[in-house]
């Protein structure tokens, strides 16, 4: 299955509002699919629909180690149903972001309900990595980015960063 573009900062599309999914049917299935092979071809471990412009409740995580066999999950419709009151500092980094790491405070724990690959309604209790990954990805179906978590100074900094590069890419014809 071909990988789909990944579209980076500062592309309005990232703050789109993402629409539910009314069923998950082949369609679907198959964007799940081509999400998960443009994320494991990026590399990454989460992607959100909307980051291969596509605005629906979709995502696609894998937290498997590189010497583990991979561990896909998909979520259609993910709502964080828990959140832990203690907190978490994880480095956090974005496929629509790239190259770009900073410190972002989440919960600790969540839970999670969404609808599986067959549309099964299921929930997951998560921490560490997965825990992070989970918040970092509904946020993008609500059109948040983790640098929205950072202070105003290093958010600014890094959109800045980010609408001169593509200034220059646009000069240069790219
Ligand atoms: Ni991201």
Redesign the pocket.
Known sequence: MPTRPIICLPDPRLKLVSEPVAQVDDEVRALLDAMLETMYDAPGV???AI?IAVPRRVVVIDVAGKDDPPAPLFLVNPEITWASEELNVHEE?????PDYYEDVTRPARVRARFLDRDGQQREIEADGLLATCIQ??ID?LNGV??IDHLSRLKRERAIKKFQKAAAKRAEEGM
């Open positions: 989460g992607l959100a980051q980094g974005c496929l629509s972001i970092h990805e993008h980015l983790f």
